[in-house]
């Protein structure tokens, strides 16, 4: 093939990627954290230019999209989720001018952009919330917000006793111009994160406005933060013990789908409509569901999932259930192995118990890296292979474990401080991804002096993309492999489970695809089967599947005279 027409097919595909309009109902999303990407100007902290000069690498990795975490202005006391200016890129980062080229020439090359919205709450450096604090009790301003009198003698006692996803108070008590205490403020994160009133006209129509400067610029999407927790009862009660459906204070409300309905409103004035995808922490899989109606999000983070243990019954669940509530509403599941709140999958299947679960993090506890890589190269199959979207976190595709011996004086996330030094906190999946070479900054910086804000473990060397992409049996090639299989629409039929014994997730997509997934200890005979595709540890002598291990194979021939399969087969990715 002469170069130009590889580059006139590319182009066409490139083209053919962006017209479809349902692209989000089977995109594979990578999750970019900036701070930690890649870093152009050698401070140790990534920037936009270190993102728009590795867009080539995403390209080959075969992701349709990036989620950036919030980019804009903010002083980082809970890692940009605390927002002070939407319109600003902060400067850590780069420029409005560069985020617009970065859109750009990301969608030069097939790759839309989303990028995260933290409605619940702003920065305390927001103009608003200054403007609210130097108000007074009373004003305009503060009716932004939830200022509040204290309660008991002196108003000492916050207003209500809720507690905060980060431990500890949920309310801070403001200080009067002349030095007495004052009114209360809201957070249900930390300080510096006072919460909006989501019942104040002028909050919904900035939050409006500011989804149209980002569509304007061409994004394709937004990803909403803490979705279900904007709405609170302005009664402001406790928590009941075991609050039924839409009646806890501040999680869940029904009022909060009248928020997502204008939303959805606002994305469909544009061509090709734009994308809600919402971070929604809801145990109750129908209400959960409910944000998906049509007229709402297009997807929501699927956690449930990837709150589920290494275990062939638990997981089966979580896939059979979260279809059934989707197929409901008409919407895509999404797939999601991690994020940046919590610890990456390589560590967390390499411990006894493999759930996630922010309460119980195992931080400390026996960790079998071998083990935990193995199974998730097994859980990058079996997510690719589910019906709907995947979601990918930066440095997964490298099977970055946790890195669980940061030095305490340099951690920076609001959790671990608020645990009162208890909680590891988040930074340990937050650690810059290593580029290439074989010591630190390993190429996320520009020279080798510089210091990347999170120390990168020296062990890295071989978890570089420079040497992964060197080796054939390494993460990042199996990561290629997949998602340049999974880009095939003939892989996208119905689900049909294959009953292979209770340790084992089997099921067929359509007639073009069998997944089998072995989550025991023994390996498993695999079903008639004609080409093996892929798969995440090789066969064994016999053809079976091993422990820990999955395969995508092409169902078998169709004609009855055809040749036995031949299990033994090795597979191209390894
Ligand atoms: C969810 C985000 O993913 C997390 O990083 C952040 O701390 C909280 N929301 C608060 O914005």
């Not at 100007?41 to 080539?56: C, I, K, M, N, Y």
């Not at 932004?144 to 003698?153: A, D, K, L, V």
């Not at 006072?194 to 002028?202: C, E, G, K, R, S």
């Not at 509530?325 to 118990?353: E, F, I, K, M, Q």
Request: with cysteine; hydrophobic share 40%; glycine share 8%.
């Amino acid at each position: 093939m002469s170069p130009e027409s590889t580059v006139t097919t590319a182009t066409i595909e490139v083209t053919d990627a962006l017209h479809d309009a349902e692209w989000w109902r089977h995109a594979v999303i990578y999750q970019v954290y900036v701070r930690s990407f890649a870093d152009a100007d050698g401070d140790g902290t990534g920037d936009l230019a270190g993102v728009r000069s590795r867009l080539p690498y995403l390209r080959d990795l075969g992701v349709d999209a990036l989620w950036f975490t919030p980019w804009y202005r903010s002083p980082l006391a809970d890692g940009g989720y605390d927002v002070a200016d939407y319109r600003t890129i902060d400067p850590a980062f780069g420029t409005l001018a560069e985020a617009e080229a970065l859109i750009r020439e990301a969608l030069d090359l097939g790759i839309r952009t989303v990028v995260d919205v933290v409605p619940n709450h702003v920065s305390d450096q927001h103009p608003w919330f200054q403007a609210a604090l130097a108000a007074g009790p009373g004003s305009a301003e503060r009716s932004r917000f939830w200022f509040h009198p204290g309660r008991g003698r002196g108003g000492h006692q916050m207003p209500t006793g809720w507690v905060s996803s980060f431990a500890g108070p949920t309310w801070t008590r403001t200080t009067n111009p002349d030095g007495t205490p004052g009114e209360w403020y809201l957070h249900l994160f930390t300080p510096q994160q006072p919460d909006l009133n989501w019942d104040h006209p002028d909050v919904r129509a900035e939050h409006e406005d500011v989804l149209r400067f980002w569509f304007d610029r061409g994004v394709a999407g937004i990803r909403i933060d803490s979705a279900a927790l904007l709405v609170k009862d302005p009664t402001l009660p406790e928590v009941p013990e075991a609050p039924g459906p839409g009646g806890h204070p501040h999680l869940d409300r029904d009022e909060l789908h009248g928020i997502y309905r204008s939303w959805r409103r606002v994305a469909e004035e544009y061509d090709p409509p734009r994308v809600l995808v919402g971070e929604v922490w809801l145990a109750d899989h129908r209400r959960f569901a409910d944000y998906l109606r049509p007229d709402e999000m297009h997807t929501a983070f699927n956690f449930d999932f990837m709150a589920r243990p290494w275990d062939a019954a638990a997981l089966r669940e979580s896939i059979e259930t979260t279809l059934e509530a989707h197929r409901g509403v008409g919407a895509p599941a999404t797939w999601v192995l991690s994020n940046h709140d919590v610890t990456r999958p390589v560590t967390r299947y390499g411990r006894a118990d493999s759930s996630f679960d922010f309460a119980t993090k195992g931080f400390g506890t026996p960790t079998d890296l071998e083990l935990g890589r193995r199974r998730a190269r097994a859980a990058a199959l079996l997510t690719a292979a589910l019906p709907g979207s995947l979601y990918l976190y930066q440095g997964d595709e490298l099977g970055l474990p946790e890195v669980e011996d940061l030095p305490r004086d340099l951690l920076q996330d609001p959790m671990h401080f608020r645990s009162g030094g208890v909680d590891p906190g988040r930074d340990g999946c937050r650690v810059p991804l290593p580029w290439s070479g074989t010591r630190p900054p390993f190429g996320f910086s520009p020279t080798p002096d510089a210091e990347p804000w999170l120390p990168q473990p020296d062990r890295w060397a071989t978890l570089t993309v420079e040497h992964q992409s060197a080796d054939p049996g390494s993460m990042l090639r199996l990561y290629r492999s997949v998602l340049a299989l999974r880009r095939d629409p003939e892989l996208r039929g119905p689900l049909r489970w294959l009953d292979l014994g209770p340790c084992v997730l089997a099921f067929a997509r359509g007639e073009h695809l069998l997944c089998v997934v072995n989550l025991g200890a023994d390996p498993v005979d695999l079903p008639p089967h004609g080409e093996v595709l892929l798969v995440s540890a090789p066969l064994d002598p016999d053809g079976r599947l091993p422990h820990d291990a999955a395969v995508w194979l092409a169902p078998p021939p169709a004609t009855p005279t055809s040749a036995p399969p031949d299990a033994s087969t090795e597979a191209p990715s390894l």
